[in-house]
């Protein structure tokens, strides 16, 4: 059974770097995009940048600027690099994989357990 567990999260004085880390374990045929939603409380989650297998990069406006998405395709690991924390970044971050279990399945999308981020001003 494919899994997603994430570390890296804590509390972070306001500019202040976190790294994140997500990594997939189980069977898995290939992986395709990972990424990385937030969710606050009484919000809905949103996206806050995907990377491709082949390394190509999305990321949400507010964001762009200060996080940047890796991966290491050899691990079966995406990275979120926050830079520049601000307040407002307060959230639980959870990622996401596109993974086939096998060759021949359809790609499913699999999340991660969430990890808190806390900024502190």
């Known amino acids: 059974q494919v899994q997603l567990v994430e570390s890296g999260g804590g509390l972070v004085q306001a500019g202040g770097s976190l790294r994140l880390s997500c990594s997939a374990s189980g069977r898995m045929y290939s992986i395709n995009t990972m990424g990385w939603y937030r969710q606050t409380p009484g919000k809905q989650r949103e996206l806050v940048g995907d990377i491709t297998r082949t390394g190509s990069t999305n990321y949400a406006e507010p964001v762009k600027d200060r996080f940047t998405i890796s991966r290491d395709n050899a691990k079966n690991t995406a990275y979120l690099e926050i830079n520049g924390l601000k307040p407002e970044d307060t959230a639980v971050y959870y990622c996401?994989?596109?993974?086939?279990?096998?060759?021949?399945?359809?790609?499913?999308?699999?999340w991660g357990q969430g990890t808190q981020v806390t900024v502190s001003s």
């Open positions: 996401f994989a596109e993974i086939a279990e096998v060759w021949v399945a359809p790609f499913r999308v699999y």
